[in-house]
Structures are given as C-alpha cells and as structure tokens.
C-alpha cells in the first residue's frame, strides 16, 4: 500500500513492484562430508525466484531482466530441464508460459498428479551476463497457494548433464541416487529431502545415506524484493556469480583429491526421463 506522502508515477511503479511473487533469496550454501573424512565448507549464494506467470511483467518492468533477449540476468527456457521436450503446441508460447508447461511435462512424467496445480515457480540461476551453469535448480509447483511438489534439476560439470528428481513436499520420502554428480561419490545412497519452501525465507537441505549420512548440503536464504537497488548490491557481491560457482566446485574438488578421497569415475544408470508430453501419463516413470 502506499503512504499517504506517496505520489506519482514513481510511487505507482514501487507498489507494482512490491507485488511481485517473484524475488531474489540470499543467504548460503553449507557442505559438509562425513566419511571416509570429515570436509565441510560455506559459502555466500543468492538464487533467483521467478514466478513463471510473472516472466512478461518482468520483461516489461526491469531493464536488466529478459527472456526474450540477452540481458545481464536472463532466464531462457532451454536452460532448464533439457531432457524434456518442449511440446510443439508451445514454441511460440512466452517463456514463462513454455517453461511452465515443460515443468508440468516433466512432473507428471516422474509420477506427479499435476491436474490441480496452478501456479509453478523456479528457485535457481539464470544466465548472469550470457554465463550459464548451475548445480541445482529447484521448481515448485503449487496447489491453491501450497507447495505440493517439488523438481530438483540436478546438473554435473564438466560433463554438463542432467536428472531431474520429485519430491512429494507433503509426503516426502527418500529418493535413490541415480545421477553423477560428484567423482568422489558412488551410487550407492539415497537422498532424503528437508524443505522449507520460499516464503519470508527458505530453506533446502539435502542428505545422503547410506546406512548412515555420509554428506549433507544445504541452502538456506532470506526473501527480498526485486528491484534495482537490490540488484546493484547483488552484482557488486557477485559480478558474475556463475564463474563463483564453478570456481568454487573445482576447488572443493581439488581439496578432497589432497585428503586423499577415493576417486570415482563416470557412472550411468538406464533410467532415462520419459519423453512424455503434456495430459501423457507414464505411472512405469520413477524419480
């Protein structure tokens, strides 16, 4: 609302901005290995929350955000969950749009009942400055305001690849590894899930087991507003906070293979992401 000392179309603009869904989460990103040695790290993270009914709003209001062009933070929807397809029907969809109905292709193919959801939103990286990676993104998908489930998009460098787990955010139970991410872990785990979806903050912890936990990695951040101000802040924090990233995991790396931690190469496992199109079902699909 506005104040009553609050006039013109500078104040009108502020409020429409205050609406917004859509919002940066800063805070950290905290590691930590059990065994064979204990190795723990942290570091400062911000990730973008976009409201994907508001990408087109956002186009039109910030400079500095697109979807439809290069821009120093932009989301394009071939980014992310890449081993779906986009539906035919939905090329020449905005971004936001497409997106969505990629998010809801991909959900219903790993077993989500997605006949009541309304509203999906993604916590992640965009291209910062035409730079993209990221190591997770996470996708919420939302039923009359609640959190009803969520895609993890787990990606992997150098190899570039990626596998997408659900997780029931009102049943969540353990999911099998089945993804290579790190040359230090096998296989043989799973990962059980703690998540606080974004509100006022967030917080996205994630275990793996194996008879006991042997690593845990978390996230957790403060909502803020998006608007200029705060980006300004964002970018002298983080120039180009996809280069950080990178340059973080190599150096994480690096330090395991001095403690001596055992090795592991690439490993696959056939469980592909059916190719299934949106009002597809595939009960057979596992995540």
């Given at each position: 609302?506005?104040s ?94 497409r997106?969505k ?100 903050n ?32 964002i970018f002298?924090?983080?120039p ?35 190719k ?12």
């Amino acid at each position: 609302m506005l104040s009553p000392h609050s006039t013109g179309p500078s104040a009108s603009n502020e409020a429409i901005k205050n609406t917004f869904k859509s919002a940066f989460y800063i805070g950290h990103v905290f590691h930590k290995r059990f065994v064979p040695k204990v190795h723990e790290f942290t570091y400062p993270l911000y990730m973008n929350f976009i409201d994907l009914d508001e990408v087109e709003l956002l186009n039109k209001k910030f400079w500095w955000f697109s979807s439809l062009r290069w821009a120093p933070l932009q989301l394009k929807a071939t980014d992310y969950l890449k081993n779906m397809a986009s539906p035919q029907s939905d090329h020449h969809s905005d971004t936001g749009t497409r997106l969505k109905a990629v998010t809801l292709a991909t959900a219903q193919a790993l077993g989500a009942d997605v006949s009541r959801v309304d509203r999906v939103c993604v916590l992640a990286q965009l291209r910062c400055f035409g730079i993209y990676f990221s190591p997770v993104n996470f996708f919420f998908l939302y039923e009359n305001n609640t959190a009803k489930y969520l895609i993890a998009e787990v990606s992997n460098t150098p190899w570039n690849n990626t596998h997408s787990y659900l997780i029931d955010l009102l049943d969540p139970v353990a999911t099998e590894k089945v993804f290579h991410v790190s040359p230090f872990m096998d296989f043989d785990m799973a990962y059980k899930w703690q998540v606080k979806a974004p509100t006022s903050n967030t917080k996205i912890t994630i275990e793996n087991w194996r008879e006991q936990r042997l690593f845990m990695a978390v996230f957790e951040a403060q909502r803020y507003d998006i608007n200029t101000k705060k980006l300004t802040a964002i970018f002298l924090r983080w120039p180009i906070v996809t280069l950080g990233i990178v340059r973080a995991i190599y150096w994480q790396a690096l330090k395991l293979y001095i403690k001596g931690i055992r090795y592991v190469p690439y490993q696959t496992k056939k469980t592909e992401l059916p190719k299934a199109a949106p009002g597809e079902s595939n009960s057979k699909s596992k995540p």
